[in-house]
């Protein structure tokens, strides 16, 4: 019989058995209760002989499988209780063996619910245009560079890009966030996302059964619960414990000569609540799991996860947000860094260089027109040149000459320091600006990495193909325990044994180079958002947001997930042990031992279902007026956090005696009075009161409090030396150090400040969302 037909059999057939059952021990209850107590035995028989034949026929199947579990238990408390004559007994075993079996599927099909729901809104049809004909055809027809049409309420059949227009997207099928993104004409989008806002058309880049949700339902399809290593210890377990079971039951007989004592024992021992609780424990975290995007092939990824001690982890894309991203413009005097950049925009726009990208999404975000570059020429690893308006543009990786001025010397300097790479942009032969890129920490990477640490795990490791200097200062921010640079894949594979030789291991990785390690790991992990197939097929577990925190959320689920299966099962045989004893004394008979067993089925298969739902133990609880406080100032950071680059510049200018120096100040001093300061006195005095609660008391926030005051302090200085410099005209030389001091140290305590409330304040909203996304 086929999977599918066997499975829908099992849904109309164990209700079925359980109707039978209970319905003769109703009829012979009823029998008995009106005197009859020979039609009431014959009631019994018949839910006992009902539930023998599916119960024989379960042991058979294990026995093909090679196993031997605990069901040979129960077909012999069932021919026990027939050959003493306890057919009450024989009926009661008989209800909890098919409602144990009923209540256990229900209990795996309202697990593997969210697993089901992945497989069931697959994108089976697409609709492709060809010139100005629609038509609907499968969605395994459709074939790279094909034009979709996506229309509202639709499911995105392909990965492609939006050819036009605007996509409004709901991903949270992918990712678990419930928030709308808008992808503009190029972008990239993903398969399994739903249209939520108006028709637009896609060019597929990849065919339905290559794309993103194909490998996600595919990886769904493989998440299964028998496989778990718990599921196994469940099996090696049930092998003492049915020996012991017969010894129990055949030393009670031998040493009283009552099989009354021996069928009692037996019917407590049946059936093991071991074999119950963990599988329904170990798939309720499977679906737990996929719905924080979060998908596992397999009970054994999970329970190994749950067990993990050493996490090795990529930079690139992992650690980091895998795309760089302008931090600093420096010019030669006479040159706006406005300027500078949409110049570079202009010509970079043609390249398809990862640097080129950024600097043009900068541009763009900054509102900046572009204009259409001619004569483009592209030198691979050195840059672009090209012909714009009446003059000869070059962005690349070189200068187009001596590079002796102060500003410049500044940005290689600048640039060393900070790991970051430089273009430098040259016009007519003249080098006239440098855009320095870097490839940021993930805002949540330190947050994830103590999360982690909390978790269980007790080394973290980073490989990375990238230098030792920004690799040693990404191991530093974080608190890593070991950084390698300049790693090549075959090194990682090297790396990861090595680890994986004294402990199980995690490996997450994004990219092609990371696949080799990640088959090598116990566990690998793909960050699969924006990774590729090769590295999601090569991993035991695909991130499908582009998010590491969800790792964490992971490893809760997993050692969650197995302390409930492992709790359960511990009870219950503890129980069942107990209940043995009693029977083989004599002071439980059968009759009231199989209500006994029935309590303690249903009590382990229920705490098994506790699995479904977060660990309480975790997370801070927020008042929602809290939260919504610090998504406002999480948002006002990020409008702020550029801003204040601005004192840096300011400082910068006034070291290399620009002479509107003046200007500068003022607008940074602008900067500080207008939007820096009533953003920190608003949190001072609308977010950390709130935030006092739940943290326990209001010293939680003290020293951030202690930093506010700093910041006035210092912000208040620099107005001084402005009102100063203002009433001279120009900035006296007797001002320059105290004035540098100010505002450098202003940049560096806003940059850690800004970090420490991120980490330790904003990231409670996100927490207290993934709390209500796990209930």
Known sequence: MAPEHLSRWRRFAEPALTAITVGALAGGGIAWLAGSRTVADGFWMAGTAAALIPSALWVIAALRQKRVGVDVIAVLSLVGTLLVGEYLAGALIAVMLAGGRALEAAAQRRARHDLRALLERAPRFARRRVGSVVSVVPAEQVEVGDILVVGTGEIVPADGRVAESIAVLDESALTGEPLQNEYRAGEPIRSGAVNAGGVFELRATATAADSTYAGITRLAQQAAAESAPVIRLADRMAAWFLPLTLLVAGGAWALTGSAVRAVAVLVVATPCPLLLAAPVAIVSGLSRASRRGVVIRGGAALESLGSATTLVLDKTGTLTEGRPVVVQILTAPGYSAGEVLQTAASVDQMSAHVLAASIVTEALTRGLELALPDNVVEEAGQGVSATLGAHHVRVGKQPADRLDAPWARTALNRARLDSAAISWVSLDGVTVGAILLRDPLRRDAPRTIRRLRAAGLQRIVMLTGDRPDPAREVGAVLGLDEVYAHQSPTDKVAAVRGERDSAVTVMVGDGINDAP????????????????????????????????????????????????????????????????????????????????????????????????????????????????????????????????????????????GDPDALGVLTRAHSFLTERLLPHEFAEETQLYPALARPLGSGEATATMSRTHAEIQRLSDRIGTHVAVAEAAQAVQADQLDDLLACLYGLYALLQLHFLQEEENYFTLADAADERTQLK
């Open 517 to 656: 390690a990640l088959a090598a790991a116990t566990v690998g992990v793909a960050m699969g958002a924006r990774g590729s197939t090769a590295s999601s097929d090569a991993a035991d577990i695909v991130l499908t947001t582009d998010r590491l925190d969800r790792l964490a959320d992971a490893m809760d689920i997993a050692r969650w997930s197995r302390r409930i299966a492992l709790q359960s099962a511990a009870v219950g045989m503890a129980l069942s042990l107990i209940a043995m004893a009693v029977a083989a004394a004599g002071w439980l008979p059968p009759a009231w031992g199989a209500l006994l067993q029935e309590a303690i089925d249903v009590t382990v298969i229920l705490n098994a279902l506790r699995a479904l739902r977060a660990d309480p133990a975790t997370g801070v609880d927020l008042p929602s007026e809290t939260e919504d406080l610090l998504r406002r100032f999480a948002v006002e950071h990020d409008q702020l956090r550029d801003a204040v680059g601005l004192l840096r510049e300011t400082a910068d200018r006034l070291v290399s």
